[in-house]
């Protein structure tokens, strides 16, 4: 069935250093969106994006969606221990009526202090 | 404005066992969807709905899992009999409208099966 791919699974690391995660799909996506989730908490909308090749950004976290519309990436910039969380993406496939949102996996990402 | 609204937050029940889980969506969504979320792993969508009408429902195990939405607001989710594998937290989410907006999920209600 259609896939989004998100890796990695898991990432370590200390506090200050960057983190990125990536969503990849063989087909084109009408958007993507992100999402983090806290341990022992629910998923949090954080950003949707639907043009090629668009870029946004929230304080240290940075969202791209590829030019292509199958891959897209979240960034975090001198991560701290508040960013803590397994990230999301979620990809919008099909049209119509055969439109679904398609979860990655998520990759957790842990801060040491 | 109130989220997305779930009872119980938490159940123990016994294999063979029978549970039932409830949601009230954010109001005025029309998009109500119930996720399987086993440990470590993504959430699993088990049945979506627009407004009272089941618009995907093809990963729910229809043999022992049942979901209704009378009157397109509330939402209950069945599960009968529980198996062993059926822990899991169970969240409800809402969004305006259809798939591709944003989804507001509530707090998820945990359910152990022992």
């Known amino acids: 069935g259609q896939q989004v791919m998100q890796i990695p699974q898991y990432q370590h690391v200390q506090e200050g250093e960057d983190f990125t995660t990536y969503c990849n799909s063989s087909?084109?996506?009408?958007?993507i969106q992100w999402y983090k989730q806290r341990p022992g908490g629910h998923p949090v909308f954080l950003i949707q994006?639907?043009?090629s090749g668009e870029v946004k950004k929230q304080k240290r976290l940075t969202f791209q969606f590829g030019e292509a519309k199958k891959n897209s990436s979240l960034h975090i910039t001198a991560t701290q221990t508040t960013d803590v969380g397994t990230y999301f993406c979620?990809?919008?496939?099909?049209?119509?009526?055969?439109?679904?949102?398609?979860w990655g996996l998520g990759t957790s990402l842990a801060v040491n202090p | 404005e109130a989220g997305v609204a779930q009872s119980p937050r938490y159940k123990i029940i016994e294999k063979r066992q029978s549970v039932a889980f409830w949601c009230n969506p954010i109001?005025?969504?029309?998009?109500l969807y119930w996720y399987q979320q086993i440990l470590g792993q993504g959430p699993k969508l088990l049945i979506q709905?627009?407004?009272?009408?089941?618009?995907?429902d093809s990963q729910l195990p229809k043999d022992r899992f049942s979901a209704e939405r009378l009157k397109g607001v509330d939402s209950t989710l069945k599960i009968q009999p529980a198996k062993l594998e059926d822990s899991a937290v169970y969240l409800c989410?809402?969004?305006?409208?259809?798939?591709?907006?944003?989804?507001?999920f509530g707090e998820g209600s945990w359910l152990t099966v022992v």
């Open positions: 989410a809402s969004s305006p409208l259809t798939v591709g907006n944003t989804i507001y």
């Open positions: 994006l639907v043009k």
């Open positions: 087909t084109t996506l009408s958007n």
């Open positions: 109001s005025g969504h029309a998009t």
């Open positions: 979620a990809a919008l496939l099909g049209a119509g009526n055969n439109r679904k949102l398609i």
């Open positions: 709905f627009q407004n009272n009408g089941v618009v995907d």
